[in-house]
């Protein structure tokens, strides 16, 4: 059978059985299981399980013992599972939103969808469900009473982006930034940027429109020949906000908005005023009132260890442990210092995935650090051991946890920020 029609038969089997799974351990009863391989597994071996478990159906790529009418056999699960999403997606006449970035992409899509939803019945990316994975699933949750959907792209190459794209067919799209993340695989900044603006590219081929920060004089350049552009900013744009306040959650004041003229969020750090502008774009552009578009903000908190802010004891903890990069890396330690407060210490841990820029960048970091004064600081893991300091090491997220709660702090306030992998959060666990 051919690939086309294949998707056909398996798009009327999902219109029956409307949730797919990749993962036993999620399976619920009626799911259609993909049977997914990694470098290590062979995902077709779980395919009598995932029925055992009550799966409607397997979808495998290899050849297995069993026998059953509900075994599918495609010649790749992975791209059997892309191309069920975009059949979906070709049957729904929605709005999808797509974003990106090097930084706040996940918090401004909570932010935008937060927003969406007080008017639309709005689909969004689960958790940082972003990858080539994520992205499908994301799409066949999507349900026939959606009135819009906001999918979350991440990405460490370039063409990434471009291929999500090629399933997702956004019609909106958003770039948050484009900082230095994933150097290794886009090949520096510049790759970054041309990485990211693959989504730029599909909205100027295709048509649409695109959010954009008019304060990024990058983003300006990469967006050029796209007619549609809703600009946001400090200075210029169809939304214009500042900062009023951020010590430490922020507070910012919207131009000529009546009833948006002061939004206090339960953020931390000014570095989030990019996110929040952007959602009151896309809310006003969507038709969502001032009222449900501040309510929505404003009630917004922030968990998964990005940028929360944790009361413990006496103790003041913003714990931005979800993921780091230089750009973001140093955002967080200014922002840290601008904080009146007194007591400051700062657990940093490496970041990942610079490539020859990692020595570099960590250097840079321990430079930005001395300008200011702490109590303590604490560098973990990454290339931090290779640069030479005056702070305190440690190997592991697991050695800081053990120094830290030998110390018994009182009063003082921390802030807690490194690489995924390092899970900075075990140190107050």
């Known amino acids: ?51 055992e478990m009550g799966a409607s159906h397997a979808i495998i790529d290899k050849d297995i013992d069993t026998i059953s009418e509900k075994i599918i056999k495609v010649p790749d699960t992975l791209l059997a599972l892309q191309q069920l999403a975009k059949y979906h997606r070709q049957q729904l006449n929605i709005p999808v939103l797509a974003i990106t970035g090097s930084n706040g992409k996940t918090t401004t899509k909570e932010l935008v969808s937060n927003v969406l939803a007080t008017t639309l019945i709005t689909y969004t990316t689960q958790g940082n469900l972003n990858n080539h994975i994520g992205v499908p699933l994301t799409l066949l949750s999507i349900k026939p009473d959606a009135e819009i959907a906001v999918i979350e792209m991440g990405a460490n190459h370039q063409q990434e982006i471009a291929g999500y794209c090629e399933y997702t067919l ?63 900013g400090t200075v210029e744009g169809d939304i214009i906000g500042n900062i009023i306040a951020s010590n430490p959650f922020l507070q910012v004041s919207i131009k000529n908005e009546q009833g948006l003229s002061s939004i206090s969020t339960q953020l931390v750090g000014d570095y989030n005023l990019p996110n929040v502008l952007c959602a ?28 929360q802010m944790i009361e413990k004891d006496t103790n003041s903890i913003i714990l931005d442990a979800y993921n ?13 210092a601008k904080l009146e407060a007194e007591n400051k210490i700062i657990f940093i841990g490496g970041m990942m995935e610079l490539g020859d820029e990692s020595l570099a960048e960590h250097e840079s970091i ?31 997220s697991s050695e800081a946890k053990e120094w830290f709660t030998n110390q018994h702090f009182t009063n003082t306030h921390f802030l807690i920020k490194g690489s995924r992998s390092m899970q900075m959060e075990k140190i107050i666990q």
């Not at 086309?4 to 259609?32: C, H, S, W």
């Not at 603006?197 to 695109?210: A, H, K, M, P, S």
């Open 280 to 307: 009151v774009a896309v809310g006003k552009y969507f038709k969502v009132s001032n009222d449900k578009i501040k309510y929505a903000i404003e009630n917004y908190t922030p968990t998964n260890s990005r940028s």
């Open 366 to 396: 321990i430079n930005l650090i001395k300008k200011y004064t702490w109590d303590k600081v604490i560098l973990v893991g990454g290339d931090f051991y290779k640069v030479n300091h005056p702070f305190m090491y440690f190997n592991s």
């Open 1 to 51: 059978m051919e690939i086309a029609n294949q998707i056909k038969e398996l798009y009327k089997l999902f219109l029956q059985y409307p949730t797919v799974q990749t993962d036993t351990r999620k399976l619920q009863k009626g799911d259609i299981f993909f049977a997914l391989s990694g470098p290590n597994f062979n995902g077709s071996d779980f395919a009598i399980m995932a029925l």
């Open 324 to 336: 780091a990069n230089p750009t973001s890396m140093k955002a967080a330690i200014e922002n840290f």
């Open 170 to 232: 956004p019609t909106h799209a958003l770039i948050t930034n484009c900082g230095k993340a994933h150097l290794e695989g886009f090949g520096g900044v510049e790759g970054v940027r041309k990485g990211k603006g693959e989504l730029y590219d599909f909205i100027r081929e295709n048509g649409g429109t695109v959010f954009i920060d008019w304060d990024y004089e990058y983003l300006q350049s990469i967006s050029a020949g796209i007619k549609d552009l809703v600009k946001y």
